[in-house]
């Protein structure tokens, strides 16, 4: 029996909560961040607080191994005076959607071999895709997680307000997107790249640099140049 | 009986031919767009050639109704002295890939009531997303899908070249890339947003920018400022 300390009521810490209740061989308590008293002492606490919070929520708990749950911070953000580490899911979490765990990368780090054993355990017993990333690379992991998926959403979101100018129904660009989406999983992104940039075509280019605002034509600009130059 | 023509043996005009040869109440013709001799007379005349070559294609064939399958030009491109039209799949199409026209949108144009609705007919037969698109509609749909699929599929590629500098596997961001897609299919791309940039989290911001090469950075910053002033 593994027991855990989940810190923290939002997204992450309330997924997490939920199916740890469901693994036997786990016990799971939750508890508000901001309400650190009689705190349980458990083999793993895990923080799910905001970035900020990270290092004066730690600095709090004296329990024998922390991590946190962040893409953004390095293990040394931890203030607490045990042993630190990291159980960083690579996923949107949203409160309203169920998540498949089976479906989630774990990116584990911590200081020693025998806590991240016990953080490979834990996300065993919840998932499959499990995977050791230190803090150098889950910063790199971060940045390019902010390209593929917000980037890539406002891409959908100009895709969209095009769509809405000239009354056209946004569902005609869903088949593309996700077969766009699902294409990289077979072919790497530099090869499956295909349109008017890659080509040179110049009299496309020009004809929809034509039809785009100015803040929409930097993007294209922008964009169309990086791919050309391949970096 | 509807009697099709297709010039051009590229992988539109291919993944065409395949699948009307399918459909018993299609006879279907395919000829090489580069020896325009013996033109059979059909109903339908459907040039899947590159962009360029349309005009010249189209001016040498005098069947009653031609069409082209470009999303880039307009149906004016069209240079037969008979009906014309526009017969546009948005969807992207490659050699290798079987593909499933159940899913592919077909946006179509004509001239007069009769072709349109001999258009939808055919397009009917081989698959169920039919809209009608002018040339002005096509033209922003065309823009729309090089944002959506070629710079989206450019984000992929920056984010694999992080991945790779920093000995990360790429297949880690595999499931997020494929949330991001599938969750604009239930919320709008605007309400999907999530990330440092419409937090307007400078401290990450400035982190992942140390991270990033020039060219990284200037498409970090231009997509992040037009993420925060949402157009």
Do not use: W
């Amino acid at each position: 029996m593994i027991s855990v300390l989940i810190v923290g009521k939002g997204n992450v810490g309330t997924h997490l909560y939920n199916v740890f209740l469901k693994v036997d061989n786990i016990k799971v308590t939750q508890i508000n961040s901001r309400k650190l008293k009689n705190i349980p002492t458990t083999d793993v606490t895990i923080i799910a607080v905001s970035d900020d919070a990270i290092a004066d929520v730690s600095s709090k708990i004296k329990n024998p191994f922390v991590v946190h749950t962040s893409g953004a911070c390095s293990i040394n953000e931890l203030k607490n005076p045990t042993s630190k580490g990291v159980f960083y899911m690579l996923q949107t979490f949203s409160k309203e959607k169920k998540v498949n765990f089976n479906e989630v990368p774990f990116c584990l780090e911590a200081e020693n071999k025998n806590d991240k054993q016990l953080l490979k355990e834990i996300a065993n017993l919840i998932g499959q895709k499990i995977y050791s990333i230190n803090s150098d690379q889950r910063k790199a992991l971060h940045v390019a997680a902010v390209f593929v998926n917000n980037f890539t959403n406002h891409m959908y979101k100009i895709g969209n307000d095009l769509c809405n100018e000239h009354l056209v129904p946004f569902e005609i660009l869903q088949p593309l997107i996700k077969e766009t989406a699902l294409k990289i999983e077979t072919l790497a992104p530099e090869k499956a790249q295909t349109g008017p940039a890659i080509r040179n075509d110049k009299k496309t280019i020009k004809n929809h640099l034509d039809l785009l605002n100015k803040e929409k034509q930097k993007i294209y600009k922008i964009i169309t140049k990086s791919i050309q130059n391949g970096n």
